[in-house]
């Protein structure tokens, strides 16, 4: 919730008690030495946003100022700031920021200060200077200073910018994309290879969490939703839908049925004799344990079963999870947050 700029701020304004009426040795402005900066009066200006600021001083202080003939004085300083951004992460990363610099006076109201841009594009821009996350697009300059509830005057430089792409598909979307189809393979597999596709689903459901969290090590803790954690849960629940449709069609496959019959055997003579158990006692529930018989055979229809979720799954979960990549790429590209 930061960003750092390294900038030089020119200010202009003109004190008449500093007016030399003629030119000496037709020199039109005098330069000044930092040591005679310090007798001169300079405007209090400080940035409301700044957390960290540092004035540059290698190899001398990195100061200008040139006295004119009629007043008019010219100021320049180098300066390094960190400043809060109020980022809206809601469609990171493929969200884009508008980061402001405040400038204010410290002391004077604006009974005795007023600062103003000296025109609409005073802010030049290093077009060689790139950003590795960012591209700055556009910078708007405003007086904010109906928007302040006090009466010190105020200055506000805004600088729009759109985070790259690139590296995120590379580092993340692409390789979420992969784990997911990985833990395809298992449909593939035989329902019979239960090491094979349990270790399949447990290892890129471990996968994906890790590849979420490394994500996320450098956000901030927001409490909303942001579009990284709608595609890491996406990526996470359909891992884990492939495991647990694995645990479905491993119970089928392996799902008994017991057959109670109505016969039972003894030996005789050597010999296997089976005979049809008869009504005793006028309750045909009632019978010896020793005449009871229970056979546990595969359910053939479970298993079908089985084996067509596979077949369904097949096609259900890469159709499924494409439609749901071209929802979320066109939702959170056309999608402005509040």
């Not at 008449?16 to 040591?35: G, H, N, V």
């Not at 990171?92 to 109201?109: A, E, G, K, N």
């Not at 609409?120 to 708007?140: A, G, I, M, W, Y």
């Not at 803790?221 to 479905?248: G, N, P, Q, T």
Request: charge should be neutral.
């Amino acid at each position: 919730m930061d960003f750092s700029i390294n900038f030089l701020i020119n200010q202009t304004w003109m004190d008449s008690r500093l007016r030399f009426s003629e030119p000496l040795q037709k020199i039109t402005f005098l330069e000044l030495d930092a040591k005679t900066m310090k007798d001169v009066w300079v405007p209090d200006l400080y940035f409301s946003n700044e957390k960290k600021a540092d004035f540059h001083d290698v190899t001398v202080p990195n100061k200008l100022m040139h006295l004119y003939e009629n007043g008019t004085i010219v100021y320049s300083s180098r300066i390094t700031m960190t400043a809060t951004c109020h980022m809206k992460l809601h469609k990171y990363p493929l969200d884009s920021q508008v980061c402001p610099i405040y400038i204010r006076s410290f002391t004077y109201t604006a009974e005795n200060v007023i600062l103003k841009w000296k025109c609409d594009d005073c802010v030049k821009v290093d077009r060689e200077s790139e950003l590795p996350q960012f591209q700055l697009t556009n910078v708007t300059l405003i007086n904010c200073t109906d928007r302040t509830p006090d009466r010190f005057t105020c200055l506000e430089a805004s600088f729009k910018l759109v985070r790259h792409l690139g590296y995120y598909v590379i580092q993340i979307y692409i390789p979420c994309v992969l784990i997911v189809m990985l833990s395809w393979v298992s449909f593939w597999l035989d329902i019979d290879s239960v090491p094979a596709r349990i270790s399949l689903g447990i290892l890129t459901v471990l996968t994906m969490t890790t590849q979420n969290d490394g994500a996320q090590g450098s956000l901030p803790k927001v409490s909303y939703i942001k579009a990284i954690d709608v595609w890491s849960s996406l990526c996470l629940f359909f891992v884990f839908a492939a495991l647990l449709e694995y645990s479905v069609v491993n119970y089928l496959s392996r799902k008994q049925i017991k057959v109670h019959t109505n016969r039972s055997r003894h030996e005789e003579n050597g010999i296997d004799v089976c005979f049809n158990i008869t009504q005793r006692q006028g309750n045909w529930d009632t019978m010896d344990d020793e005449k009871k018989s229970y056979v546990r055979v595969p359910d053939v229809k479970s298993r079908k079963r089985a084996q067509y979720i596979d077949t369904v799954s097949r096609v259900a979960f890469p159709a499924t999870f494409l439609v749901l990549l071209v929802v979320y790429w066109i939702f959170y590209s056309y999608w402005v947050p509040d």
